[in-house]
């Protein structure tokens, strides 16, 4: 499917008046010219038909993942007093509501706000937190919370994955950078200091950033994504314009494009 919408601009695009009459010695050129001819002249069902497929993608998407956070919730326990008690104190200290804690009993590291929002907290990761360290995590995933970051993400995830163009990957990381560092900068707020050492001791070497704020950039952000971000977004700008010209032109030379080939 990725495949298919990276090379599928390509056929509307390729100049058919330069092809005509061109490479009819070599085998496979004709069947391939009127392909395209066909292909070409039925552009508004090829477009439905991938714009359909997209839609499919992204429905299997939001099956699957519903599926896997049901599963997830099932394993879910009661948060422990600790946990609850330094969630509501940061909820008060942000004027924020609580949302549903899903306190998970297993050694990884989970500290992660979802769509619902629910925040996932695991006890690998708790436990080796003092009390101040809890709170500040709770203020930093309670930002995400009240912000709707997790919603927000779905809905840009889900977005690029129906667009008929792949790529969109460095802006989507981008995006959550930005939001990963807004709420560092929201629940560092007063406590820079302590949230940055906290965040130098848990974040495994990342890199630490400031300006607006301090704190902890996306794990996910690259430095290349700086100028990829904008590929995507460029190519879909350029085919918006260039495949309606370019089905004009072939309208226009069709009879000529009919007659003059192998």
Request: some cysteine.
């Amino acid at each position: 499917m990725r495949f298919l919408r990276a090379i599928w601009p390509l056929l509307f695009l390729i100049p058919l008046t330069w092809w005509a009459d061109r490479g009819c010695r070599y085998a496979g050129v004709d069947p391939i010219y009127h392909l395209t001819l066909w292909v070409h002249e039925r552009l508004g069902w090829f477009v439905a038909l991938l714009a359909a497929a997209s839609v499919i993608t992204v429905v299997v998407k939001i099956i699957v993942a519903r599926r896997r956070f049901a599963n997830l919730l099932h394993l879910a326990d009661v948060a422990p007093t600790r946990v609850t008690g330094a969630f509501s104190a940061a909820a008060a200290e942000l004027g924020v509501s609580v949302p549903k804690i899903a306190f998970l009993d297993v050694a990884d590291r989970i500290a992660t706000t979802v769509f619902g929002p629910v925040i996932l907290l695991s006890r690998g990761f708790s436990d080796e937190l003092d009390d101040s360290e809890l709170l500040l995590v709770a203020r930093h995933e309670l930002v995400h919370a009240s912000q709707r970051d997790a919603t927000v993400g779905v809905l840009w995830h889900l977005t690029f994955a129906a667009l008929l163009l792949p790529g969109f990957e460095p802006l989507e990381r981008r995006l959550h950078a930005l939001r990963e560092r807004r709420a560092n900068a929201l629940a560092a707020a007063a406590r820079e200091e302590a949230y940055l050492a906290l965040i130098a001791r848990i974040a495994g070497g990342a890199v630490l950033c400031a300006g607006a704020g301090l704190g902890l950039e996306a794990a996910s952000r690259r430095a290349s994504d700086r100028w990829l971000m904008w590929i995507a977004p460029a190519l879909l700008i350029v085919l918006a314009v260039s495949l309606p010209l370019s089905h004009a032109e072939f309208l226009h030379d069709r009879t000529y494009l009919l007659a003059h080939h192998c």
